[in-house]
């Protein structure tokens, strides 16, 4: 798999735990360290491990190993390194302290969300149509 690849899967597995502000970080022409950083937002430690858990469910039914877990045990902050793509699981404060995305500030940045998908017209017509009612006899 490639690199660009792990780190799309990596941005799913998040977003599908409720992780926000996902961003993609491409620092391919700015390190050698590793080609992108996935980081991303959560509300609580909780929420910070199952992230974690479901990135690391991913990745490891595609075949990809983790080289080093960091801060998962704390939940403020747990990297996950996959050598190519790394992924940071933030609190928003702690976040927003570190500010990845100032320091990468050279990188060129995806920003990855879940907005739901376009409803065909045929979708948007069935969801509109009530359901029949029933009639009853009068007494």
């Given at each position: 798999?490639?690199?660009?690849?792990?780190?799309?899967?990596?941005?799913?597995?998040?977003?599908?735990?409720?992780?926000?502000?996902?961003?993609?970080?491409?620092?391919?022409?700015?390190?050698?360290?590793?080609?992108?950083?996935?980081?991303?937002?959560?509300?609580?430690?909780?929420?910070?491990?199952?992230?974690?858990?479901?990135?690391?469910?991913?990745?490891?039914?595609?075949?990809?190993?983790?080289?080093?877990?960091?801060?998962?045990?704390?939940?403020?902050?747990?990297?996950?390194?996959?050598?190519?793509?790394?992924?940071?699981?933030f609190?928003?404060?702690?976040?927003?302290?570190?500010?990845?995305?100032k320091?990468?500030?050279?990188a060129k940045?995806?920003y990855?969300n879940?907005?739901?998908?376009?409803?065909?017209?045929?979708?948007?017509?069935?969801?509109?149509?009530?359901?029949?009612?029933?009639?009853?006899?009068?007494?």
């Amino acid at each position: 798999m490639t690199s660009k690849t792990l780190a799309q899967k990596i941005a799913e597995a998040a977003l599908n735990k409720k992780a926000y502000d996902v961003t993609v970080m491409d620092l391919r022409k700015i390190t050698s360290m590793t080609d992108y950083f996935v980081v991303c937002s959560v509300d609580s430690d909780t929420q910070a491990r199952a992230v974690a858990d479901a990135i690391k469910h991913e990745t490891m039914e595609k075949g990809e190993s983790l080289v080093r877990k960091e801060g998962y045990s704390e939940g403020r902050w747990v990297l996950l390194d996959y050598v190519d793509v790394v992924a940071h699981v933030f609190h928003k404060d702690t976040r927003a302290f570190y500010n990845l995305e100032k320091l990468w500030g050279d990188a060129k940045f995806e920003y990855v969300n879940d907005e739901p998908k376009v409803k065909t017209k045929a979708e948007t017509t069935k969801a509109k149509k009530k359901p029949a009612r029933k009639k009853t006899a009068k007494k």
